[in-house]
């Protein structure tokens, strides 16, 4: 840690103005080196790294097709000595380049992008595990549990497939799992499963990571518990994953799945609530077990007339039952559909209609209106692949997707669904995308690490998951910044999750007063010459 020794404001202003000198210089030399190539081909060379047109053109897309930023290089590396190698040379040359990993490039705005600079593909150390039959997935028992050592670029549908070939599996999940483990460590890894297990970022026991300096250092919460906390939710700032140390659990084979439909987003969200506080606690005094009487997944959605009441990320509803549906949302102009699922196996079957009885008891759907699903453990966790399948015979996934994701404290969600969802969106009545609602508790966070969350205990995700044409992408990215004026100007202290700012005076925001000192900080200490992930604009001018 920079040692501090002066009084608090003065160190903080110091800080300050050496980092914005760095951010200059780094942003000066990132244009000198994006004009003159400094990326010489020397070291091109030397590090194979690829500088062919096609290579430039994949690493300058990603998933949101909005941003495109080319590098100067593109990197396949064999293992991670070669990335710590490539850092360290970018480290000690006199002009640094900037290095940005891509995991599987499924950011929306350009954040594995690395402009003039470099992108190391971590797909090509999954495809040089996979020819060598090398596992980067590795399930291991000792005597405290089942851990997985996962490399940082492995997919977590790898992960799940190779766990639950063992009868485990990682407790905390995204809804989708074509994603890589790096990825989603950078940033928080959030689904159905965070208001129990937390988000993915509070499974993690160790990892190995590359530091902006290319040294190659294992870190835990005790040992360099710094470049941990750090790296997890830090956005790619301070360290490239290479390795992460996953908790396991025994996995239950099937899940119960439940939908039921609300007209009233009141009543919605208290229920919402009451579902995610059983949670650690016993549903009646006779329970023995706490975690068989809540819930495993709690998530939520909204149901507008301009999107279809099935969508990409599941198809639910029997299709006998769409005009139903619809006609309800024709009649209340929006609905609001609450998602749960309880996990259970052989031993807990026989139960398990009975106590999800139990949870649903007093809570205030629409009678009438409840759905449900017996499916496997894994086809849940996997909900969402059919979709993208589909959308990609369609050639409907490669197009723009103008996404919005925010986290809102419990106690403004109610001006939120008056402002945002009932006016706003309303207002401009173009076809949505999902949109995802629900709650987390906020204690199942670290703050020790760098991910940004609202103060509250209870807060909210929304998730506006768009796809649009490449001609009116532009509409969604105009409604999506009125929802952040409108929360501005409302006082709604609202934290973007997969966060993307144009400005420092936005990223201390985020980051309020004390969580950026110590961003700043560590940056200092572990990146200082600003070469990691330049796509995030954190540091660097992109
Ligand atoms: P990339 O987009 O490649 O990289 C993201 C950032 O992380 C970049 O800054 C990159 O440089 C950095 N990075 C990548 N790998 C590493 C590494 N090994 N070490 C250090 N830094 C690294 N998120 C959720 O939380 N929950 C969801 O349910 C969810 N669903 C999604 C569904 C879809 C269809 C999509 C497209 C995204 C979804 N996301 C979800 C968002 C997703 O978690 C982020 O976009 C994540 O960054 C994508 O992972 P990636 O492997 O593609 O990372």
Redesign the pocket.
């Known amino acids: 840690m920079v040692e501090n020794y002066l009084p608090a404001p003065t160190y903080f202003i110091l800080l300050l103005i050496t980092i914005t000198r760095l951010i200059s210089t780094v942003g000066n030399k990132t244009e000198h080196l994006n004009n003159n190539s400094l990326l010489s081909s020397d070291l091109i060379s030397r590090h194979n790294l690829l500088d062919d047109p096609e290579s430039l053109e994949s690493a300058s897309r990603?998933?949101g097709n909005l941003v495109h930023h080319l590098p100067r290089a593109v990197f396949h590396p064999r293992s991670p000595q070669d990335i710590a190698s490539l850092v360290k040379t970018s480290y000690e040359s006199p002009v640094p380049f900037t290095i940005?990993?891509?995991?599987?490039?499924?950011?929306?705005r350009g954040?594995?992008m690395a402009r003039g600079g470099v992108v190391v593909d971590?797909r090509a150390l999954r495809e040089e595990n996979n020819s060598n039959k090398k596992k980067n997935i590795r399930v291991i028992w000792r005597e405290e549990g089942y851990y997985g050592d996962v490399g940082?670029?492995a997919l977590w549908a790898d992960v799940l497939r190779e766990a639950a070939e063992m009868g485990v599996a990682p407790a905390s999940w995204?809804?989708?799992l074509y994603?890589?483990?790096?990825?989603?460590l950078?940033?928080?890894?959030?689904?159905g499963q965070s208001f129990k297990y937390g988000p993915q970022i509070s499974i993690v026991h160790e990892m190995d990571v590359i530091t902006g300096k290319g040294e190659l250092v294992t870190c835990s919460s005790h040992t360099n518990s710094e470049l941990f906390h750090a790296?997890l939710g830090g956005?790619?700032q301070f360290?490239?994953?290479?390795r992460a140390r996953i908790a396991l659990h025994p996995a239950p084979k099937m899940v119960k799945w439940v939908r039921l439909l609300y007209n009233d987003f009141s009543a919605f969200t208290k229920d919402q609530e009451r579902l995610i506080s059983i949670n650690g606690r016993k549903h009646n005094n006779n329970d023995n077990n706490d975690d068989n009487v809540a819930l495993d997944y709690v998530e939520g959605m909204l149901l507008m007339h301009q999107g279809p009441i099935n969508n990409w990320r599941s198809s639910f509803f029997p299709l006998a039952d769409h005009p139903r549906i619809i006609s309800l949302v024709t009649q209340h102009s929006i609905l609001y559909c609450l998602e749960l699922a309880k996990y259970y196996d052989e031993k807990s079957e026989n139960n398990v209609d009975k106590e999800m009885q139990g949870l649903l008891e007093g809570l205030s759907y629409m009678p009438g209106f409840y759905y449900e699903k017996k499916v496997s453990y894994v086809e849940f966790l996997n909900r969402?692949r059919s979709g993208?399948l589909k959308l990609q015979s369609q050639r409907q996934w490669d197009v723009p997707?103008p996404w919005l994701n925010l986290f809102i404290p419990k106690s403004q969600i109610m001006d939120f669904d008056s402002g945002v969802f009932k006016n706003i969106i309303f207002r401009r009545n173009i076809t949505t995308g999902p949109v995802l609602i629900y709650p987390m508790n906020r204690s199942k966070w670290d703050k020790r690490m760098s991910a940004s969350i609202p103060e509250e205990d209870i807060f909210y995700t929304v998730g506006f998951l768009h796809s649009s044409g490449f001609d009116n992408w532009k509409a969604f990215d105009a409604q999506n910044k009125e929802i952040l004026k409108f929360c501005n100007d409302a006082g709604i202290k609202v934290k973007q999750?997969?966060p993307h700012y144009s400005t420092q005076e936005d990223w201390t925001k985020h980051f309020g007063p004390n969580k950026w000192r110590t961003f700043l900080e560590r940056k200092l200490q572990f990146d200082p010459r600003m070469i990691l992930?330049p796509?995030?604009r954190i540091f660097n001018k992109d």
């Not at 994603?179 to 989603?184: H, Y």
């Not at 950078?186 to 689904?191: A, E, L, M, Q, Y």
């Not at 360290?239 to 290479?242: E, F, L, Q, R, V």
Request: glycine share 22%.
């Open positions: 990603d998933f940005s990993v891509r995991g599987q490039g499924h950011s929306t954040q594995a971590m940082g670029e995204t809804d989708y994603l890589t483990v790096g990825g989603t950078s940033n928080g890894g959030i689904s790296v956005l790619g360290g490239i994953i290479t969402v993208e997707h999750y997969l992930s796509g995030q």
